[in-house]
């Protein structure tokens, strides 16, 4: 039982290590240093990762208090969020043109809608699948066809 209990804290730290770093540096890196201070000192970077990583261990113990059970968030995950998933990731591997700003409004297309329709529907979350992925697709095209002067 001892070895079982180590092996799945193991699985879980690895997990949540990834995840909160990847976090970091996503915020870090691609918001703050990009965004608001380009010319950020190396203290301050620290400083603004230890910030970015506690804020999101904080955000995601408050969501944790919201969840029914993880057959519910592992549904909404796999139903409705994998819709703008598939999309972004299927035109960034086979459209050339396709760039990071097109990937970020598919993505977000999809979000959305994903955390909204649970609140209005009491439908299951596979149902939304078809919705989410013509919402994504649309969105996406869209914005990379204007971003390359098609529209």
Not at 41 to 61: H, Q
Request: hydrophobic share 50%; glycine share 8%.
């Amino acid at each position: 039982m001892g070895l079982l209990l180590a092996g799945l804290l193991a699985a879980f730290m690895s997990t949540f290590a990834g995840t909160l770093n990847a976090a970091q540096a996503y915020l870090v890196n691609d918001i703050y240093l990009k965004y608001k201070n380009p010319t950020a000192s190396p203290l301050k970077i620290r400083r603004m990762n230890y910030l970015c990583g506690l804020t999101v261990v904080l955000v995601s113990i408050v969501l944790g208090f919201f969840v029914r059970d993880v057959n519910s968030i592992l549904q909404w995950i796999v139903s409705a969020l994998y819709g703008s998933y598939v999309v972004s990731n299927v035109l960034k591997w086979h459209w050339w043109r396709f760039n990071g700003e097109g990937y970020f409004w598919g993505m977000l297309s999809g979000i959305v809608p994903a955390l909204i329709f649970p609140i209005f529907t009491d439908t299951l979350d596979l149902y939304y699948f078809p919705i989410i992925l013509f919402t994504s697709v649309t969105v996406a095209q869209a914005i990379e066809k204007q971003k390359n002067g098609f529209i």
